[in-house]
Nanobody, 117 residues
Framework: QVQLVESGGGLVQAGGSLRLSCAAS????????MGWFRQAPGKEREFVAR????????YYADSVKGRFTISRDNAKNTVYLQMNSLKPEDTAVYYC??????????WGQGTQVTVPS
């Protein structure tokens, strides 16, 4: 099991930037694929981005492609989500998750990102 703690959320004006962090502990973080998800009020949780354990592969939802960047530092057991050009529709609780095989089995508690319209 991996324990995950997100941080870095907050209120930012449209067009601004935030960097979310997800600190991991527990089973071998460096061998886990990691993902970021978000859930807006009244909506289902949706995929945002993922990164392979070696950081060699990344993948993004179309809605954030070109604006968000996922990265990781295995020496620090941390995964990041750099969010630029934020829009009101990016408002959500953001979660990081660790994959065990093909399943995201471990989740953080989430961090709120608010972009006023």
């Amino acid at each position: 099991q991996v324990q995950l703690v997100e941080s870095g959320g907050g209120l930012v004006q449209a067009g601004g930037s935030l960097r979310l962090s997800c600190a991991a502990s527990g089973r071998t973080f460096s061998r886990s694929h990691m993902g970021w998800f978000r859930q807006a009020p009244g909506k289902e949780r949706e995929f945002v981005a993922r990164i392979s354990w070696s950081a060699g592969n990344t993948y993004y939802a179309d809605s954030v492609k070109g604006r968000f960047t996922i990265s990781r530092d295995n020496a620090k057991n941390t995964v990041y989500l750099q969010m630029n050009s934020l829009k009101p529709e990016d408002t959500a609780v953001y979660y990081c998750a660790a994959a065990s095989g093909a399943i995201y089995s471990d989740w953080g508690q989430g961090t709120q990102v608010t972009v006023p319209s």
